[in-house]
C-alpha cells in the first residue's frame, strides 16, 4: 500500500520517519555501517547493506532489524541454518555513534552451544558512504565502496580494464569515456535515449556472442530517463511539509529517473513541478508479495499531503 499525493507525484524527497522502530539518529549515522567488518582473529566477518545483515560465506545477506537509539544503531539477523552451523543462527551488530568504522557483535548458535562476542574492525566501505544526497556520489560510495570494487588491485590504483572507480575519478571513467571493449562506443553516455542504449547492448551482444551462437535480441519495452530540477516555490513547500508532519528536515535522495511515466509527463506537462514520493521504512518490502505500510508513517504522509495541498494553494497569485 503507497501513498500517491498532490502534484505529480524525480527529485525523490525522502520523508526520513520510520514505523518499526524509533530513530533518534540521523539517517546517515545508522546508515555509515554499510559495508564490511572483520574480527580481529580474522575468522568472522559481517556485512551489513543498506538495511541487511550477513555472516560471510556461512549465513547470505538477510533483511535485518534496525533499532537506533541515540548512543547506537543495532542491525540483527536470523537464520533458520547457515553454513558450518547446526539449526538456527542468530547475530546482532551495533554501531556506536560517531564510530562507523567498528561493529560489536554477538553471534548465537543454540543447539551448538555458541556464543561470540567480538569487536570487528571495517575492512571495505567508508563511514561517509552514506553521507551526501548527490546520486552518483551515493554509487560511487555505497556500490563502489562498500563492494570493494575500488580495492587498489582492481579498480582503484591499478585501474583494471582501464576502469578507475576511486571516489573522484569514477564519473569521469564511466560517462563520456570511450569503451575498452567496443572500440568506438562510450561506456556510459549522457543524455542517449532509451533506443540508442538499447542498440548499443544488443549490438555489443551480437557482437560478442560465442561459439559462432546466433543472437537475437528482442524489445519488450523502453522507457526514456529523466532529471529534475528540485528547485522552486513548489519543492519549497514539499519540503516544508515534511519537515512539518516528520518533525525534522527531509532529505533529498535523487531517485527516480528511470521510472517511464516521469519522462511522460515532463513532456506532456512542461511547466508542471514533478515530485516523487516514497513512503516506506526497511520492512516494507516494496514490489515485494509481502509489501507492507506502517500506519505511523502512513499517517504522515497523510499529514504531510495535507500540508502540501494547504501550501500550494497559499503559492496562487
Not at 572500440?183 to 543524455?191: E, F, H, I, K
Not at 519488450?220 to 519537515?243: H, K, V
Not at 519522462?263 to 511547466?271: D, G, N, R, V
Request: hydrophobic fraction near 40%; charged fraction near 20%; aromatic fraction near 6%.
Amino acid at each position: 500500500m503507497r501513498n500517491a499525493g498532490g502534484l505529480f507525484l524525480v527529485a525523490l524527497l525522502a520523508a526520513p520517519g520510520i514505523g518499526h522502530a524509533k530513530r533518534a539518529v540521523a539517517p546517515e549515522t545508522w546508515l555509515c555501517g554499510a559495508g564490511e567488518f572483520v574480527s580481529g582473529d580474522g575468522e568472522m566477518v559481517v556485512d551489513i547493506g543498506h538495511d541487511s545483515i550477513g555472516l560471510g560465506d556461512a549465513c547470505p545477506m538477510t533483511p535485518a532489524t534496525v533499532k537506533s537509539s541515540k548512543k547506537r544503531a543495532t542491525f540483527s539477523g536470523r537464520w533458520a541454518g547457515c553454513t558450518g552451523f547446526t539449526g538456527p543462527v542468530r547475530v546482532a551488530a551495533k554501531l556506536a555513534t560517531g564510530k562507523c568504522n567498528v561493529l560489536d557483535v554477538k553471534v548465537r548458535a543454540p543447539k551448538q552451544k555458541i556464543r561470540r562476542h567480538f569487536q570487528a574492525s571495517r575492512s571495505k566501505g567508508d563511514p561517509k558512504d552514506c553521507q551526501s544526497s548527490d546520486t552518483f556520489d551515493q554509487i560511487q560510495r555505497r556500490i563502489f565502496g562498500a563492494r570493494g570494487c575500488r580495492v587498489e588491485t582492481c579498480h582503484g590504483s591499478a585501474k583494471s580494464g582501464g576502469l578507475d572507480l576511486r571516489v573522484g575519478a569514477a564519473y569521469a571513467s564511466l560517462v563520456g569515456a570511450a569503451a575498452t571493449g567496443a572500440p568506438g562506443d562510450l561506456r556510459v553516455a549522457p543524455g542517449d535515449s532509451a533506443q540508442l542504449v538499447f542498440d548499443s547492448v544488443a549490438r555489443h551482444l551480437q557482437r560478442h556472442a560465442p561459439w559462432g551462437a546466433q543472437v537475437t535480441v528482442t524489445l519488450e519495452q523502453l522507457g526514456e530517463p529523466c532529471s529534475i530540477d528540485a528547485t522552486g516555490p513548489a519543492y519549497d513547500a514539499a519540503r516544508s511539509a515534511f519537515a512539518e508532519a516528520w518533525g525534522h528536515e527531509p532529505v533529498d535522495i535523487g531517485i527516480g529517473g528511470s521510472i517511464p511515466f516521469i519522462a511522460t509527463f515532463q513532456e506532456l506537462f512542461p511547466k508542471a513541478s514533478i515530485l516523487v514520493t516514497g513512503v516506506e521504512d526497511p520492512h516494507g518490502n516494496a514490489h515485494g508479495p509481502n509489501e507492507s505500510l506502517h500506519w505511523g508513517e502512513f499517517e504522515r504522509a497523510c499529514v504531510a499531503e495535507a500540508l502540501l495541498l494547504a501550501k500550494l494553494a497559499g503559492l496562487r497569485p
